[in-house]
């Protein structure tokens, strides 16, 4: 699709500098801009750029004049780049356009859904699922009986929802996501040998929920696995059963949460963090990328390091661990000199 310089402006509220006809067929980045493409300038560091730049538009700050001729056409708005993210999000939004139902694809006969529906090819939706408003489910998905999605939630392509799991309104599960596998749940008998429980609770997602591309949220033994409204998991996560994450808490990529652990509110959890089960984590906790977490954690607490400590803590250890072949070669050089001298 094209939109013009006066259109952009409207959705954005903003006065059109130059060419009010100028079209845009794609995006670009300010130093990678072409003929067709749109841009923005927020950043001084890229300044130099808008006066080599060959998109035909870019957005900038209201306060923004050139000091050389320019060949783009300038839509000026309060902020530039809140102005591309909400442009983003609009483009997102076309892109995503898609209704209908898909063939081939298996609906059961008992499903219930809204309006507006996009269910892709191959994809299979058990018995007795319902789907709410502005769904869109993406090919190759799959959606197990007795599960419930809410409106303007997005399924992407080849991702997995089990039975009786339920997606809340506005989430977003990417590529190859798992939602509802069994838990790891296993019990030694007399012969060395390992029986499986069965997992029969569910996982529930509440709203404004993102999962990323290849990330696996068991289901509960009993009970429910829940990940609480606003939460957004990153590729490539492992939530083990009955997890709780709090709301608003953000986990970075390769991070493993053991089973029955509890996470609070507003929490930031870096990449590779492991945590083990059956422990309660605080509101507001900052954990660093690759910390081992094996304790229960207070509100606010800043950790880093496997076993973790507190940030502070760690970072000075760290220093004294830098220094430790030094110390050793000193000591050396003492026991040198004792010997020496006896």
């Not at 402006?9 to 500098?17: C, M, Q, R, T």
């Not at 309060?78 to 591309?84: I, L, S, T």
Request: charge should be negative; aromatic fraction near 8%.
């Amino acid at each position: 699709m094209k939109f013009t310089a006066q259109q952009i402006a409207g959705i954005l509220e903003g006065e059109v500098v130059g060419n009010p006809e100028a079209e845009v067929s794609k995006l670009a980045k300010i130093e990678e801009g072409v003929k067709g493409s749109l841009t923005f300038l927020a950043n001084p560091k890229y300044k130099s750029y808008i006066y080599t730049t060959k998109a035909s538009i870019t957005i900038v700050n209201e306060d923004f004049e050139p000091e050389q001729e320019i060949t783009t056409t300038l839509i000026k708005v309060q902020d530039a780049y809140k102005a591309f993210s909400k442009l983003l999000e609009y483009y997102n939004q076309i892109k995503l356009n898609k209704s209908g139902i898909e063939t081939p694809s298996f609906i059961s006969d008992s499903v219930s859904y809204g309006e507006n529906i996009y269910v892709g090819a191959f994809s299979y939706i058990g018995d007795n699922v319902k789907i709410g408003d502005n769904v869109k489910i993406f090919p190759n998905s799959y959606v197990g009986d007795n599960v419930e999605i809410g409106d303007n939630t997005i399924i992407f392509s080849s991702s997995q929802v089990y039975s009786d799991c339920i997606i809340g309104n506005n989430c977003v599960i990417n590529s190859g996501a798992i939602i509802g596998a069994d838990g790891f749940g296993f019990a030694p008998n007399e012969k060395g040998e390992y029986s499986k429980v069965p997992q029969i609770g569910n996982v529930i997602l509440e709203d404004y929920v993102d999962i990323g591309a290849g990330t696996t949220i068991d289901r509960a033994t009993l009970g429910s696995t829940i990940i609480r409204r606003g939460v957004k998991l990153d590729n490539q996560i492992q939530i083990a059963h009955n997890v709780e994450i709090g709301r608003n808490t953000v986990i970075a990529a390769q991070t493993g949460i053991a089973g029955s652990t509890k996470i609070g509110e507003n929490c930031q959890i870096g990449g590779q963090v492991g945590i083990v089960g059956h422990i309660t984590i605080g509101n507001n906790v900052k954990i660093q990328a690759q910390s081992g977490i094996g304790r229960n954690v207070k509100d606010n607490e800043v950790l880093q390091g496997s076993p973790a400590l507190a940030y502070a803590d760690y970072n000075k250890s760290y220093v004294h661990f830098k220094n430790f072949p030094k110390w050793v070669k000193t000591i050396s050089d003492i026991e040198k000199k004792l010997d020496g001298n006896s």
